[in-house]
């Protein structure tokens, strides 16, 4: 049970982040611990938190940008953090990724003030109750 206490931050994820950006350079060395990351752990996360949604981006290794992870948190101000990836092992992005959930669970949530934020806006949805048809006239 102790393994799982420490696992549930996982299932968290999608509560506390909205949004994870990662800029890979996958043939330097110095950045292999980030994409042994990606292909040991990210799919795990996934699965857990569907509602977070996860970019990729691999760049060359002669561009000047280093490897990054953008967090992008669901408070009301879109709050962004960026941590640099050089030298940072598997293990360490977990301890990272544990992190920014703890904080993202402590940041003021944003108040909607309309339905702009939905995919399909509920105006939409419900609008044929209202409205009347030419058809309707006979």
Partial sequence: T???LLEMWKAQLQKAIREVRIINKPT???FHGLFR???TKLPELRMLSPNTFYHISDIHDDFETGAKIHFVF???HDTIHEVDATDVSPEEWEEI???KVELGLTLPRGEH???AWRDIPLDVV???KYNEFDDDHF
């Fill in 113 to 115: 003030k309309n339905n």
């Fill in 74 to 76: 669901g408070d009301g």
């Fill in 97 to 99: 990724f544990k992190e």
């Fill in 126 to 128: 419900e609008a044929y």
């Fill in 37 to 39: 990351f990606i292909e």
């Fill in 28 to 30: 330097s060395p110095h």
């Fill in 2 to 4: 102790r393994v799982r």
